[in-house]
């Protein structure tokens, strides 16, 4: 399935895929013409932890095959949805493609949630068919169809050829209008939304990706992809990298269950010049030893970094651009930083993305604010998803009449058009760029029978940006403890979502129909231990 790349031949510029005329790129079977400029001789797709590579005409091959045996062999169809819940793997990118290629949609979940979570997802998003890995695959609901990624099987499935195995990808005509991918949020309710984007959507993101890539100082463009592929930076920057033909480096999970000390050494190893990276990470890469010579940039996104911490890395690195990317699985990217001159605009998220409009209001009139003023963030443009699957509701709340996405942060833009996020109207907990909905964990606490009430709350963290805590309120003469409390919950959740501390009170603030008054809750966040992550 994967080999080391080969360099481009000499031959290259003359070859042509078959009913292709080799001299125009003329195809009278679809009447279009095709490109006869050779593929990149550098890989598409690289496996950090072994050096495994996928060029990038074998990265094609794959592609159509096995876009044409999910059809002729599984009898997947265009609009059908595909759930993935896979750790990185070269083949997944592979997978990624071909079912986009013929109008199937991905929908990519961590493989870190719990049964329960993930039935839940596969309901809501209305999955045909899985594709898992075998520690995963143990999570799917009993009767969806499922192949794993490491059998015989889907290896057959890669090796089909093409036209003889159903329908070549090229002659699906996939509109721009239909929807290419489902990503999961979660609402300030603890309900999980499925959030539709559109191929529009990642042509658009990757259109300005494209326009604003800048040239590497360092010949060969790679990019190490840090991020998981199922969240939504990680997806679209899988999805990215092929596009602009950059290699993508692959942190696995063999580099992965090193911490960040085997990502950083990845980079170093693969002279990456490009990598994606969560705050933690950040913070990690300027305390360690490492040289990175060829690193050009580094992309954080996925919660907020500390002011102290990018002093501290772009004193580490000097000539590195340090990146700020905001955004949403809803709204795609909004700001990023692009130079070394944005980049120094510490506590900013950048300025307004390409083709992206934004503006300013107050939250519950709606009335647009000025230069400066603080108000919820509104955004439209081409990256922004169609709407979430199967949920009016949600969707009449979420837009205005003109079609303005509201992100529910509260931000500011400055005379220099950076645009700054200052809180977030929206309750969600950011750990490590994990959303975590303290409306779902405070349903698990109360289902707990010593706890009478309880709600959850976040609690700065340097590493993580914030952690969850939670304020319970016992039953009287129950004896339950702080750690009992936070194995209860574990035992249910994803890793990510659990409880980091437990604090014991006398009631809840509410109001009087019953909500929490989240704001009053940090007056009983003040305390400096926190457990460990």
């Not at 950090?48 to 002729?72: K, N």
């Not at 603080?374 to 998803?385: F, I, N, Q, S, Y």
């Not at 339950?480 to 919950?489: D, G, H, K, L, Y």
């Amino acid at each position: 399935m994967a080999t080391s790349a080969p360099a481009a031949s000499a031959d290259a510029s003359i070859a042509a895929p078959g009913g292709v005329d080799g001299r125009s790129g003329y195809c009278e079977a679809t009447r279009t013409f095709r490109s006869l400029r050779p593929p990149p001789a550098h890989p598409a797709l690289l496996d950090a932890a072994t050096g495994e590579a996928v060029s990038f005409p074998a990265f094609r091959s794959q592609v159509r095959a096995l876009a044409g045996a999910l059809g002729s062999r599984l009898g997947l169809q265009r609009g059908d949805v595909a759930f993935v819940i896979a750790p990185a793997r070269l083949d997944v990118p592979v997978l990624y493609f071909a079912l986009l290629s013929f109008g199937a949609v991905v929908s990519p979940a961590n493989p870190a949630l719990t049964a329960a979570e993930v039935a839940r997802l596969v309901a809501l998003s209305g999955a045909s068919v899985a594709f898992a890995m075998p520690s995963t695959a143990t999570k799917l609901p009993a009767g969806l169809p499922t192949v794993l990624l490491d059998s015989d099987q889907f290896r057959s499935l890669l090796r089909s050829k093409g036209r003889g195995e159903g329908l070549a990808p090229e002659t699906v005509a996939v509109r721009q209008s239909e929807t290419a991918a489902i990503q999961y949020s979660s609402g300030t309710t603890g309900q999980v939304k499925a959030a539709a984007l559109s191929h529009r959507n990642f042509i658009a993101m990757a259109a300005g990706s494209h326009a604003l890539a800048p040239k590497p100082r360092h010949g060969c463009d790679r990019m190490l992809l840090g991020a998981p592929m199922f969240h939504s930076l990680g997806f679209y920057f899988a999805l990215k990298a092929v596009a602009l033909g950059q290699t993508t480096v692959l942190v696995t999970d063999a580099v992965a269950r090193r911490g960040v000390k085997g990502v950083v050494e990845a980079a170093e190893r693969w002279a990456v010049t490009e990598m994606t990276a969560s705050p933690p990470v950040v913070m990690a890469v300027a305390k360690e030893p490492y040289v990175l010579e060829a690193l050009e940039r580094v992309v954080c996104g996925g919660a907020p970094l500390p002011t102290t911490a990018a002093e501290r890395f772009r004193r580490r690195f000097p000539n590195v651009d340090l990146c700020m990317r905001y955004g949403s699985n809803e709204a795609g990217g909004i700001s990023l930083m692009i130079g070394r001159e944005e980049c120094s605009r510490i506590g900013s998220a950048g300025r307004v993305s390409e083709n992206v409009e934004v503006k300013i209001v107050e939250h519950v009139t709606g009335k647009p604010l000025l230069v400066g003023q603080k108000g919820e963030l509104l955004v439209r443009g081409p990256a922004v998803m169609t709407g979430y699957v199967g949920d009016d509701e949600a969707n009449a709340s979420t837009f205005d009449s003109e079609g303005w996405l509201k992100t529910g942060d509260l931000c500011n833009i400055d005379q220099d058009e950076f645009l700054f996020v200052v809180d977030r109207l929206k309750e969600l907990i950011k750990y490590k760029g994990y959303q975590v909905p303290p409306a779902e964990l405070e349903l698990v606490l109360q289902t707990l029978p010593e706890v009478v009430d309880a709600a959850v709350m976040p609690y700065p963290h340097e590493e993580a940006g914030q952690i969850p805590i939670a304020l319970v309120v016992r039953q009287p003469g129950s004896k339950v403890t702080e750690a009992q409390i936070m194995e209860f919950v574990a035992k249910r959740v994803a890793p990510y979502k659990k409880i980091r501390k437990v604090l014991f009170v006398d009631s809840i603030p509410k109001s009087p129909a019953g909500k929490i008054l989240r704001r009053q809750l940090a007056n009983y966040g003040q305390f400096s231990a926190v457990s460990k992550l």
